[in-house]
Nanobody
Framework: QVQLVESGGGLVQAGESLTLSCALSGRTFVPWAMGWFRQAPGKEREFVARAIWRDGSTDYADFARGRFTMSRNRAKNTVDLQMNSLQPLDTAVYYC????????????????WGQGTQVTVSS
């Protein structure tokens, strides 16, 4: 059974930082990539960042590049998302996901999802 558990969400003010973490469990599952997505009320789920599990290389959505940093720790089976200079538009539920293969920015490419963690940025 593969499980993803996110943590670290909360309420911050504009300009502040927050780090989200995701723990992956499942003895036999080794992902090709891990991703972060977010979904704001009334909007579709959108890609935030992706890290290749094997070498840690990353890709970011345009809005995240330069402000967010994704990292993975293979020894601990965790991925983090460091978010800086947060703005009210970043308010959303953030999801961690694991993929075996596929187009990295499409939610349909991810096989397992966490329950999500709420990030709220006040102005």
């Amino acid at each position: 059974q593969v499980q993803l558990v996110e943590s670290g969400g909360g309420l911050v003010q504009a300009g502040e930082s927050l780090t989200l973490s995701c723990a992956l469990s499942g003895r036999t599952f080794v992902p090709w990539a891990m991703g972060w997505f977010r979904q704001a009320p009334g909007k579709e789920r959108e890609f935030v960042a992706r890290a290749i599990w094997r070498d840690g290389s990353t890709d970011y959505a345009d809005f995240a590049r330069g402000r967010f940093t994704m990292s993975r720790n293979r020894a601990k089976n965790t991925v983090d998302l460091q978010m800086n200079s947060l703005q009210p538009l970043d308010t959303a539920v953030y999801y961690c996901a694991a993929s075996r293969s596929g187009v990295y920015y499409l939610p349909s490419s991810y096989d397992y999802w966490g329950q999500g963690t709420q990030v709220t940025v006040s102005s």
